[in-house]
């Protein structure tokens, strides 16, 4: 049971390039959501979709698109990165609402130069 | 919104002893409280969660307690091991609300051996 997957695991972006972090959780989770976890701000949500077909903006969603693919995957994509987005990118997962346990991936690492 | 303010932002322990990490929250509205623990190169994991209709739960060595007057809630692990030592975060949220799950800047906890 492999739980929330995220891919990839580092990556280095220039100023300006474009990427897609792909996100498949395997426990048939409604819920998903992409955070940001910045040093002393703890995790930051970006977007979040409480089922197929719908997304919905978080805290922070400027320079960032989503896309709920099927009920097991959503994938997060920055555009044009730039230096303030370097972070580690964090994916969770929910049955229902927040309420019940979140399961995270693993997380990536991205560094935009 | 809900603001979580969580203290100290890093605490160093002998092994054996206890730790015990505080938030506050800002929304009297909120009524789940998870805490999770992240080591090193993963996910957060959620090691204890309490709701707002108790006022303390157990689980081995690891307690929470919760005062909804004061709006703050604790958490406290005895006999504390190397295998402690991880980053801590707690969070707050409405329950059944999907994005309003928000993240204390987290706890570096060492357990010197």
């Known amino acids: 049971n492999a739980g929330v997957t995220q891919t990839p695991k580092f990556q280095v972006l220039k100023t300006g390039q474009s990427m897609t972090l792909q996100c498949a959780q395997d426990?048939?989770?409604?819920?998903m959501y992409w955070y940001r976890q910045d040093p002393g701000m703890g995790l930051r949500l970006i977007y979040y979709s409480a089922s197929e077909g719908t997304t919905d903006k978080g805290e922070v969603p400027n320079g960032y698109n989503v896309s709920r693919l099927n009920k097991r995957e959503f994938s997060l994509r920055l555009e044009s990165a730039a230096p303030s987005q370097t972070s580690v990118y964090f994916c969770?997962?929910?049955?229902?609402?927040?309420?019940?346990?979140?399961?995270f991936g693993q997380g990536t690492r991205l560094t935009v130069v | 919104g809900e603001n979580v303010e969580q203290h100290p932002s890093t605490l160093s322990v002998q092994e054996g002893d206890s730790a015990v990490i505080k938030c506050t929250y800002s929304?009297?509205?909120?009524?789940?409280f998870p805490w999770y623990k992240q080591e090193l190169g993963k996910g957060p994991q959620l090691i204890i969660d309490i709701r707002s209709n108790v006022g303390e739960k157990k689980d081995q060595r690891i307690a929470v307690t919760l005062n909804k007057t004061a709006k703050h809630f604790s958490l406290h692990i005895t006999e504390t091991q190397p295998e402690d030592s991880a980053v801590y975060f707690c969070?707050?949220?409405?329950?059944?609300?999907?994005?309003?799950?928000?993240f204390g800047a987290g706890t570096r906890l060492t357990v010197k051996p």
């Open positions: 969770a997962s929910i049955q229902g609402a927040w309420g019940t346990e979140a399961f």
């Open positions: 426990m048939n989770h409604n819920s």
């Open positions: 929304d009297s509205a909120s009524n789940y």
């Open positions: 969070a707050a949220s409405i329950g059944g609300n999907n994005n309003d799950m928000r």
